[in-house]
């Protein structure tokens, strides 16, 4: 362990941390940070790290990649080129560490013959030619001794001779590039590039080694998870907005074609002998999400799996090499997914993973017999490999950290990655008296991790928030300006969705302490927290009555998601709705209740305690990202192409656009709240600088 600073980090594990504190750094930037605490107080040279991380037969733009490696370095240690506390710029030569380190807990210095050393270094280049006779003679022996051992040990020779795996970046453009696809021989990723990071994103092509990617879609409208044909002459995409559906193009550019209506952007795969496509669906807005595939010969749809009806359902499909297996995620409820495998053809789903944590995509390895997973059961998203068999997985020495969607080529032979930022953070935007706003959106709190689910205390003094700034979500209190964070919980499980009591003095949230999520309420100074519900269904998103005698929370109880109470003090569940329901909240005046629905998308009303329900917000959108005021609901509109905050106003039904959203949003997370005074809305935005990582080589 090498200390400086507030920081520790630890080279073999590729760990960083600040005050005890993980903090995200990857790729090339941790590995700059190595070269320069190797040789603290000496110049470590342009020309050294390119030979260090971009070798001679390796294509990128070497300045650009540089010097984007060296800003993010500097954004995770704090500081600037212009004010640099820990790393000098000597212009057009190199870099040098500035502070002392620790290695340990001894004050780290170079002695002169110190492995590692520069004078080390020249020590051994002295002696280097007086032992040129020497090592001739050890290379023939070495070489006649090796020559028995091949004929006798054929076997460990071969092992010998596997080259090691070697992680360079595939792209290093600004914006973000993620859902890599490797063409049939290997040679081109495709993947879907955001320039702006912001919206539309388009599908390019890219050979590996090569300079300037091919872009693949031509029209507007965000696509996502591309597929190629096993033959590579084309390309199958979906687009999630503008022209909506599921397309196939020509790999070298060429005229769209729809084939299908589904549009979900959670996943596509191309079976090896090229027979079908497969893609999460739904027959109807009710039932949660299933795999389906589509038979390029007819392109007749057909159900492959059936998931829980209390459950979200399967995403992320995954053909095997065999074209028969599907490998998928399921998501039992919002946050807790496990991967499972099913033949396409007369079978069952069989569970490999017990994590109940999220996984970023999963895929096969060349000879079918395991996959790799991104997965958070580590504490960060890392890679993980397991048998096809089942089995404990185990963490792969590639993409340490913040690594998703992995993919590998259909040789086996190489491994592409997302890499970067791609987590949520919370923004503020204020409005002035006429509820219009008073100046730009601003960042509230910005971290290396995801933020989400804040919501204004009572007097609007306080938020509360889920973040996984301890290594797992919990539940954080902070100021009403993200000031002084505290963490309140410490269950190291899926904690969140918070929820203030009306008198500010207690918080309620979902945690999972086992295999489903449950309703729990503790001070909101903190303590233990208690458990109101329980058994063998999920019951998360909680709120309070305006009285504080209630909690209403959603459940799978009876199948599809319903909204219950129960009793602030515990005891038996009552039940609220009888035709769906999710995330609810007592009007002011604690007369309606206004609540989301699954499976008939909107916001609906039903006067308490049981009158008729009726839809008044009849606009599709997440069921995260809507507040109830006194006045109106805010929500966050995604029907024009940059979805926009907009105001339901309950006097004249009608429907006002605020602001434009400017980045990426994140689906299914508790994610909007406005302050008790209308004047603050806080929602979530996706930071997502990503880059391709390919590993040749992977074994």
């Keep these: 362990m090498v200390r400086f600073g507030s920081f520790e980090v630890d080279l073999r594990s590729g760990e960083l941390r600040r005050n005890g504190l ?14 320069l605490l190797e040789s603290p107080g000496e110049l470590v040279t342009r020309e050294e790290i390119r030979s260090r991380l971009w070798p001679a037969d390796t294509f990128v733009d070497f300045e650009h990649s540089l010097n984007a490696a060296i800003k993010r370095l500097r954004d995770t240690l704090g500081e600037t080129a212009e004010n640099p506390v820990f790393i000098e710029t000597l212009p057009r030569r190199g870099y040098r560490f500035l502070v002392p380190i620790q290695n340990g807990s001894i004050n780290h210095s170079v002695t002169a013959d110190a492995p590692g050393s520069r004078a080390f270094a020249q020590k051994r280049q002295r002696q280097k030619y007086g032992l040129t006779f020497l090592a001739v003679f050890a290379v ?20 010998a001779l596997t080259p090691p795996m070697r992680v360079v970046p595939f792209t290093t453009s600004p914006g973000a590039e993620i859902d890599a696809a490797f063409s049939p021989d290997g040679n081109q990723i495709a993947y879907v590039w955001t320039h702006d990071i912001g919206w539309n994103a388009g599908l390019y092509v890219k050979f590996i080694g090569g300079e300037q990617p091919l872009r693949i879609s031509q029209e507007p409208g965000s696509v996502c998870h591309p597929a190629w044909s096993p033959d590579g002459r084309y390309l199958a995409f979906q687009r999630s907005s503008g022209s909506q559906g599921t397309f196939i193009a020509p790999a070298l550019t060429g005229p769209e074609r729809r084939l299908s209506n589904q549009s979900a952007c959670l996943g596509l795969t191309w079976s090896r002998d090229g027979k079908f496509l497969a893609f999460p669906a739904k027959d109807s807005a009710a039932e949660p999400w299933h795999i389906s595939v589509l038979s390029l010969d007819t392109l007749k749809e057909r159900r492959v799996t059936s998931p829980p009806s209390n459950s979200i359902g399967d995403h992320h499909p995954s053909f095997g090499p065999d074209s028969e297996m599907l490998a998928f995620t399921r998501l039992s409820s919002p946050g807790v997914t496990d991967l499972y495998i099913q033949p396409i053809d007369d079978g069952e789903a069989r569970r490999l993973t017990f994590d109940k ?14 996959l790799v997973i991104a997965s958070h059961r580590g504490g960060d998203v890392g890679l993980w490999r397991i048998p096809v ?16 969607f992995p993919v590998i080529s259909p040789r086996g032979d190489k491994l592409a990655y997302t890499t970067g930022a791609l987590h949520t953070n919370i923004w503020r935007l204020q409005l002035d008296t006429s509820g219009r706003p ?13 933020d989400e689910g804040p919501q204004f205390s009572p007097d609007g003094s306080k938020i509360v928030v889920d973040s996984q700034r301890s290594g797992s979500s919990e539940v954080w209190v ?11 919980t410490s269950l190291n499980v899926l904690s969140g969705t918070a929820r203030w009591s009306p008198d500010g003095k207690f918080i309620a949230f979902d945690s999972r302490p086992g295999e489903h999520s449950q309703i729990f309420v503790i001070s909101s100074v903190g303590g233990a927290p208690r458990q109101l519900t329980n058994g063998d269904f999920d019951a998360s998103v909680p709120s309070w009555s305006r009285d504080g005698r209630w909690i209403y929370f959603t459940t799978n109880r009876l199948g599809i998601w319903q909204l219950f109470k129960v009793p602030v003090q515990g005891g038996e569940p009552i039940q609220v709705t009888k035709k769906g ?13 206004y609540y989301w629905k699954d499976n008939d998308y909107g916001i609906w009303k039903m006067p308490l305690p049981d009158g008729d329900e009726a839809r008044i917000v009849p606009v599709g959108l997440d069921w995260g990202r809507w507040a109830l005021s006194e006045n109106g609901i805010y929500f966050i509109d995604t029907r024009p192409s940059k979805p926009a905050i907009s105001f339901f106003n309950f006097a004249d039904q009608r429907i006002s656009k605020i602001a434009t959203v400017e980045k990426p949003l994140f689906f299914e997370v508790p994610a909007f709240d406005v302050s008790p005074d209308g004047r603050t809305i806080l929602f979530l935005q996706v930071e997502t600088e990503t880059d391709i990582m390919l590993v040749e080589n992977f074994q």
Excluded: C, N
Excluded at 22 to 35: D, W
Excluded at 140 to 147: H, R, S, V
Excluded at 151 to 158: A, G
Excluded at 438 to 450: A, D, E, I
């Design 140 to 159: 023939l022996i070495t070489g006649y001794i090796a020559q028995q051992r091949w004929r006798i040990l054929p076997f460990r020779t071969s092992h």
């Design 478 to 488: 902070a100021g009403a300006d993200g000031s002084d964070p505290i963490q309140l």
């Design 357 to 370: 944590t999220p996984v970023w995509g999963s895929t096969w390895a060349g000879d079918g017999k395991s």
């Design 581 to 593: 329901g999710f995330a609810a909240f007592e009007s002011h005046d604690g007369s309606a209740l």
């Design 438 to 450: 008073s100046g730009p959106v601003k960042p509230l709190m910005q971290s290396s991790v995801s």
């Design 389 to 404: 068999s089942g089995g404990t997985p185990e963490r792969l020495s590639v993409g340490s950290s913040s690594a998703f």
């Design 22 to 35: 993980a903090v995200r750094l990857q790729g090339q930037p941790f590995q700059i940070l190595s070269m």
